[in-house]
């Protein structure tokens, strides 16, 4: 295990990865939890530590179905011109939520925002962790309909490609409309839905 930042798999294999960030939430995750079973599909989800406390259960459903969790680090606060103790804290701590959850393996990060300073990258560097960043991120907390969405990360996809999309942090109506859309769609142009452990492999 070693410090490295990933945006996408390997670009020659129709894989793909689809990831949700700031959950889990009781009524959005479980939802998008349906769309994924309907399709026998795996996902991976960067749950935020204060959520994953709160919703420890929901946390053990995510892995009981066969998705991944990874470290969303634990306020969701940013993590540029923070000091060490700040950044150490924010990410031991969810780590250590998501283990006594009975999260197994090997716990990837991904930053808040998806930024880091020079400070936070030597924290995570000493920490040795893989960051999880992403080459397809619609934005969809900015999207006013599911189609927007939709069309957005199609435009985007391409082997390899890490697909963001939020199942926390707000209303997410449409992101978990734009799932049951999405991952139908993907399959038939051939993809294949793998979980970030597997996509970086
Ligand atoms: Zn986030």
Same mark, same amino acid.
């Given at each position: 295990?070693?410090? +490295?930042?990933?945006?996408?798999? /390997?670009?020659?294999?129709k894989?793909?990865?689809?990831?949700?960030?700031?959950?889990?939430?009781?009524?959005?995750?479980? /939802?998008?939890l349906?769309? @994924?079973?309907?399709? /026998?599909? +795996?996902?991976?989800?960067?749950?935020?530590?204060?959520?994953?406390?709160?919703?420890? $259960?929901?946390?053990?459903k995510i892995?009981?179905?066969?998705? $991944?969790?990874?470290?969303?680090?634990?306020?969701?606060?940013?993590?540029i011109?923070? %000091?060490?103790?700040?950044?150490?804290?924010?990410?031991?701590?969810?780590?250590?939520?998501?283990?006594?959850?009975?999260?197994?393996?090997?716990?990837y990060?991904?930053?808040?925002?998806?930024?880091?300073?020079?400070?936070?990258?030597?924290?995570?560097? +000493?920490?040795?962790?893989?960051?999880? @960043?992403?080459?397809?991120?619609p +934005?969809?907390?900015?999207?006013?309909?599911?189609?927007k969405?939709?069309?957005?990360?199609?435009?985007?996809?391409?082997?390899? %490609?890490?697909?963001?999309?939020?199942?926390?942090?707000?209303?997410r109506?449409?992101?978990?409309?734009?799932?049951?859309?999405?991952?139908?769609?993907?399959? %038939?142009?051939?993809?294949?839905?793998?979980t970030?452990?597997?996509?970086?492999?």
């Amino acid at each position: 295990m070693a410090y +490295k930042i990933y945006r996408h798999g /390997n670009r020659k294999e129709k894989n793909i990865a689809l990831t949700f960030d700031d959950g889990p939430h009781p009524l959005f995750t479980v /939802n998008i939890l349906k769309s @994924l079973a309907d399709h /026998n599909i +795996k996902a991976t989800f960067f749950v935020t530590g204060k959520e994953a406390r709160e919703h420890s $259960e929901l946390v053990r459903k995510i892995i009981s179905e066969g998705h $991944e969790i990874g470290n969303h680090s634990f306020s969701h606060k940013s993590m540029i011109f923070r %000091s060490i103790f700040f950044l150490i804290n924010e990410i031991e701590k969810t780590d250590k939520i998501l283990k006594d959850i009975d999260v197994k393996g090997e716990i990837y990060f991904r930053p808040p925002y998806g930024r880091m300073d020079f400070i936070a990258r030597m924290v995570l560097r +000493k920490m040795r962790k893989k960051i999880i @960043l992403w080459n397809n991120g619609p +934005k969809d907390f900015k999207c006013s309909s599911s189609e927007k969405i939709v069309d957005k990360v199609l435009k985007k996809l391409k082997p390899g %490609s890490i697909i963001v999309l939020h199942d926390g942090g707000g209303d997410r109506s449409i992101t978990v409309q734009a799932v049951e859309k999405l991952v139908p769609e993907i399959l %038939s142009r051939g993809y294949q839905f793998k979980t970030v452990s597997e996509l970086i492999s």
